[in-house]
């Protein structure tokens, strides 16, 4: 019954390496580490995408160490990164899966089982569930195509059995090994073995006159070397009962030394429990404490760097090394700090291609505008409509700012009210040409640092304007900017009306 069991544990643990949370493949340390999970380093199954870093896993491998965490926080492993994101926000990457399901992939039984099978890796799972299903024997690691075989099989597995001590003068040679000891203490074997101890084997059959002359030579030297062997074994017996009283009294001591101990440390325990209520009290107390002062000062660093006018200024530091994560496909894209229309309004932020994506993959940078799950959503109006521009600032004073904007879809699911942590990002795949952004000196990367600054148009403000709105000085109050766009704003109207009213020359008539 046991090798039964044993077997069909066997047979499980086999069939479960196909649902690892991650595909294993041949080669997979060659594989594209674009394509691999960040936990168990295998290809992705399921892709996820953690919103705080951009970095990729399978959805298993994310769920089984946020549900390990009270508070649903997984830290990336990603040896540049750290960064630790919480359940709810990731999201799942459907685009990167459509793009997953089309690589190639060769199967990881191609050694051990000369599978041929290459193909795409929609169709893996597929294979492996039709032709990889091994039941193993756990005794000499045979491999069986079903249960029924492998129980057969273990009824007679050569490296289930092993042969007794005594050999060829035991009934029993062969043993099963579960058996083994119960066969060593059986009166049978006990028996055997006294007899081959004192050399009284039985002799079966008839002897010559000659025969039973040799038995009768030899026998006194038998007895003698009998003899000698019984009283080694005496005095091995007599040393282990002395080595035995003597275990047995330091036992005794520790076994007295224990129940001192148990003692002191119940009294200890009954102390202890008197002081536990007001110990309980203080430590709850503490701990709510501590929560309001991490509120508070969650809530003040919220307030002290949270943009909450519908426009964000983003610096992007380090340039250089995330073109190059970028380009190598480490790292693929990153997030900008959130921002909000208001104090209680819509909660997006940014994303960012330093290599491109779409459209302009290794063209041009890409930059997209996303909403985010809002603690106000409930009382927004949906689907947002406002136009959303984007600003490549000019670091050298030229004001030569890249500005490109565009109206959000109403229609699409990007701009509805959010269900997930972030709903799909929508913007410009051709945001700025690569190759310019790559060149020595430019007016937009200094210091290894650029800003891009993301404007959300709740107020209506004219196109035209956007070029001035660049040139006011980042430093000034959002409402002394907002004086001096509007003082703007009607300069220029009075200028075009002066325009418009001035009369215009009338040519003279020379004629006679």
């Not at 007679?156 to 001590?165: E, G, R, S, W, Y």
């Not at 009962?241 to 101990?261: D, P, R």
């Not at 799909?424 to 952004?437: D, H, R, V």
């Not at 000196?441 to 640092?449: P, S």
């Amino acid at each position: 019954m046991d090798d039964n069991n044993n077997s069909q544990q066997s047979s499980q643990s086999t069939v479960s390496l196909s649902l690892k949370p991650g595909y294993n493949i041949d080669d997979i340390d060659k594989a594209n580490s674009r394509f691999k999970c960040i936990f168990c380093k295998l290809i992705i199954r399921d892709p996820i995408q953690l919103t705080e870093c951009g970095h990729r896993s399978c959805r298993n491998c994310f769920d089984e160490r946020a549900n390990k965490e009270p508070d649903g926080n997984v830290t990336c492993p990603c040896d540049d990164c750290h960064i630790v994101t919480n359940k709810s926000q990731v999201m799942p990457d459907k685009a990167f899966r459509k793009e997953l399901d089309n690589i190639r992939v060769v199967c990881i039984h191609r050694r051990d089982d000369q599978c041929t099978w290459t193909g795409h890796l929609r169709d893996y799972q597929a294979h492996l569930d039709e032709n990889h299903v091994h039941y193993i024997c756990p005794d000499c690691n045979e491999r069986f195509t079903s249960q029924p075989i492998l129980d057969d099989h273990m009824a007679k597995c050569p490296a289930i059995f092993q042969l007794c001590p005594l050999g060829s003068l035991c009934t029993d040679q062969l043993i099963r090994k579960t058996e083994l000891l119960k066969h060593l203490l059986s009166q049978k074997h006990q028996e055997v073995l006294i007899k081959s101890v004192t050399g009284e084997y039985v002799i079966t059959g008839t002897m010559t006159h000659e025969q039973e002359m040799e038995v009768n030579t030899i026998k006194p030297e038998l007895d003698d070397k009998t003899i000698d062997k019984l009283n080694t074994l005496s005095r091995d017996i007599q040393n282990l009962n002395e080595m035995n009283i003597e275990l047995t009294n330091k036992f005794n001591k520790l076994n007295e030394h224990v129940s001192t101990t148990a003692q002191e440390l119940n009294n200890m325990y009954l102390t202890t429990n008197e002081r536990l209520p007001v110990k309980q009290s203080l430590q709850s107390l503490q701990e709510k404490v501590q929560q309001d002062l991490e509120q508070l000062q969650q809530t003040f660093d919220n307030c002290q760097h949270i943009s909450t006018d519908g426009t964000l200024t983003w610096r992007i530091n380090n340039v250089s090394e995330k073109m190059a994560d970028a380009q190598s496909e480490r790292q693929t894209s990153i997030f900008s700090p959130v921002f909000y229309s208001s104090p209680t309004g819509y909660k997006m932020r940014a994303r960012l291609f330093l290599f491109g994506d779409g459209g302009g993959r290794r063209s041009h940078i890409s930059l997209f505008f996303l909403i985010m799950k809002g603690e106000y959503d409930a009382i927004l109006k949906w689907p947002f409509h406002y136009k959303v521009t984007f600003c490549l600032l000019d670091q050298t004073g030229n004001n030569r700012h890249v500005i490109d904007s565009f109206h959000p879809d109403v229609k699409s699911n990007s701009f509805q009210r959010p269900k997930e942590a972030a709903n799909t990002a929508s913007g410009i795949p051709k945001f700025f040409p690569l190759p310019m952004l790559l060149q020595d000196d430019n007016a937009y990367v200094r210091e290894d640092t650029l800003y891009l600054k993301i404007i959300i148009a709740l107020n209506d403000t004219p196109k035209v304007l956007l070029p001035f709105m660049l040139t006011l000085n980042p430093a000034l109050p959002n409402y002394v900017q907002d004086n001096l766009i509007h003082q703007e704003e009607i300069k220029r109207q009075q200028q075009q009306t002066a325009t418009v009213n001035t009369p215009q020359p009338v040519p003279m008539n020379t004629a006679k």
